[in-house]
């Protein structure tokens, strides 16, 4: 008879344990492990010659998300204590108990279980995609075959850093329009469903012809109160529906990121925000040491637009196949003539992580010098649209007023 199959240890349930033991110079030290039982725990111990005093199940509650913003900070904090000299499982411990965010800590910890029972930081950062990306574990990875991992983690903390500055300034700047524009059209709601039809009853009184422009409003308020029970949820559910069908359709996320390029003013932000990350993410992986073909893997998906991911497997295509970076990049049509320059001249010097960081410096400047003049040009337009808006319906409404007041 053919054996039954085993479970998978993947599939077998872990927990959290804190333990005490004492080192070989009887030393007491304390730690957290993840295994599915104590005695596994105490086994995995006392390979690394550890003496167990104690371990103990750990009660772990729901935590918050893990957030891009978390990543960053945990990888910037191990950065500074690999080049201080901590040990690599030490560095976990300490980030992953101090940390505010209880998910964060399992994660780290799960991650340490994983590098102490024989497997690569790599591999371990690969189990979890979700969290950390091609570029990131290949990063790793090199710098772990190269043995500057301390250099490397400091130098993906700074690339995920400036990443985290250039999406905190594109969040700003459409932050503000979207509140207002929300806040406009609640107000407008409640006065189209409250106070217009207070006026249209004391109108009613009067006796006389309205104004055209008062009677417009009216009409909209009639449909407002009549249509109001399907049109705040059909609204709520449509845009529920337009986010969920752009987070999980390829083919959607195409077209809103092509047509996102086209919004005047705010296109060229995005635009230039999409070419500073691509240029950032590329000197990063080239400075790494990561062949070219390889890195444009990674770049395709840090771009951040569909756009540039088209055009970066592109040019990864033609680069594979013998095309010199700079005409690949000429071929796809989305480069600027300035960093095709400066990419050539990178190609010729031997220097093309620096140019790309050069590249990409400068297209952060304008991201940055863009989002504050777009925000200084936002006020005064929102307030003439508001302005128009609400000063509208009230002069509307006031005109019968005004009439009869001339009248008497």
Known sequence: MAAV??????????????????????????????????????????????????????????????????ITIFTRQLAVMMKAGVPLLQAF??????????????????????????????????????????????????????????????????YKEKILAIKGKIKSALFYPISIVVVALVVTAVIMIFVIPVFKDLFKSFGADLPGPTLVVMAISDWFIGNWWWLFPGGAAGIWFFFYTWRRSVTMQRIIDRLILRVPVFGEVIRKASIARWCRTLSTMFAAGVPLVESLDSVAGAAGNFVYYDATKKI????????????????????????????????????????????????EQEVDEAVDSLSSLMEPMIMVVLGGLIGGIVVAMYLPIFKMGQAI
């Open 5 to 70: 199959a085993k479970k998978p240890a993947a599939d077998v349930k872990q927990y959290n344990f804190s333990w005490t033991g004492k080192d070989k110079t009887g030393k007491v030290i304390k730690g957290e492990s993840r295994a599915a039982g104590e005695s596994a725990v105490a086994a995995n111990l006392r390979r690394q010659g550890i003496q167990v005093q104690s371990i103990k199940k750990v009660r772990t509650g729901g935590g918050k998300k893990i957030t891009d913003k978390d």
């Open 93 to 158: 411990d300490i980030v992953g108990r101090g940390h505010s965010n209880p998910s964060v800590g399992k994660l780290l910890l799960d991650i340490k279980t994983d590098v102490e029972t024989g497997s690569s930081l790599g591999a371990a950062f690969r189990k979890y995609p979700r969290y950390f990306d091609n570029l990131f574990c290949n990063l790793v990875a090199a710098g772990e075959s190269a043995g500057i991992l301390d250099s490397l983690l400091d130098r993906l903390a700074t």
């Open 316 to 363: 990864q295509a033609e680069v594979s196949s013998g095309t010199g970076l700079t005409v690949s990049m000429g071929n796809a049509s989305v480069f600027p003539s300035m960093v095709l320059q400066m990419v050539a001249i990178g190609e010729e010097s031997g220097a093309l992580d620096a140019m790309l960081s050069k590249v990409a410096d400068f297209y």
